[in-house]
């Protein structure tokens, strides 16, 4: 291959890759003198000329004359016969500068060279890529599905980047085909090698606030405060807000007249439903709140172990812990303490724990894991809801029902 065709071919990268020309200019410098250096042993010897914009390539090696059969080292010195095939009138101890040709250097090594190029290109191609991503984890962005997968999802930006969407980070009822604009986060990037793994998701409760700061203005603009995002992807998110304006009412500038600010974000969302709710530092009242649409009749607070024993009528129960325990897990979440339901003005209930002799224990932590610690507080409920709030059998739940009842039966 001759230096003017090796520098054109890869004048296409400058283009393509978006490679200034300084930055070509070191990539191919630095492979050329790792192959001199392999070759001959040493580069320090040779000078480098390359002008990718008339496709110009120069290799020069310089050498000392020596006397005839004094050369000690063939890269570094040359003898006085063969000096004077260059010009005939050098002596001993003068430089001598000779051009080198990629031709020179053998098929094989002009291959290599070529091989390292592109591996040099790509690797700052990568490089530059995870940098860019790098910088933009948690923000919200758009790509377009590539190709899908039973375990994650191929998407392709603008530039032809790659990301990955894991099965994790899909939401449930998100439904994917080729050519589909997604919306989600930049959830982390990392190298595999020399090529970037960059990460999406639409399950992160980032996703969440970065979808306020889109679609709410005193949000982007700073007058709104998200305190913290909590989620259970697709089905239920609990969301606490806070103003250092006393005349915007945080809650209402999310949720809009008739719910118009935040319905974008719930259909974005796949009708996830959002509480939104007031942040406060009354530690009684965010718990309470946190636990809407609850109504509690009183709280008794653990600070020490995190925990919070919550007092309500037994119609408020089911409220409170919500559909398969999503209320409650997710007002633990946003608060940070672990919630314990108990229901007042209930007359003779009977504990679960009571039961032991004819209901397994397993069974009866199943109950308790959603709030259910008492035999009325499960009959309160229908059996369908039972099975959805619960991992039980409907065998195992019709059993409970049996055994219960001839309790209060007899």
Known sequence: ????????????FKDEKLIDRVTLMVILEEVFRNTLKRKYGSDENFDIIINPDKGDLEIWRNRIVVDDGKVEDPNQEI????????????????????????????????LSLRQNLVSKIHEHDSTNV???????????YTAEVHHVRNREVILLDDDGNELIMPKDRQIGSDFYRKGDSVRGIIESVELRGSKPRIIFSRTSPKFLEKLFEQEIPEVFDGLINIKKAVRIPGDKAKVSVDSYDDRIDPVGACVGMKGSRIHGIVRELGNENIDVINYTNNLQLYITRSLSPAKINSLKIDEENKRVQVFLNPEEVSKAIGRGGNNIRLAGQLTGYEIDVYREGMEEDVELSEFSDEIDEWVIEEFKKVGLDTAKSVLELDQSELIIRTDLEEETINEVFKILKEEFED
């Open 1 to 12: 291959m001759e230096n003017l065709g090796l520098i054109e071919s890869f004048s296409e």
């Open 79 to 110: 003898e006085l016969s063969e000096a004077r095939k260059i010009e005939p009138d050098f002596e001993v101890g003068e430089d001598v500068s000779e051009e080198v040709k990629l031709i020179d250097l053998g098929r094989r090594v002009i």
């Open 130 to 140: 995870f940098k860019q991503f790098k910088e933009l984890e948690g923000e919200l």
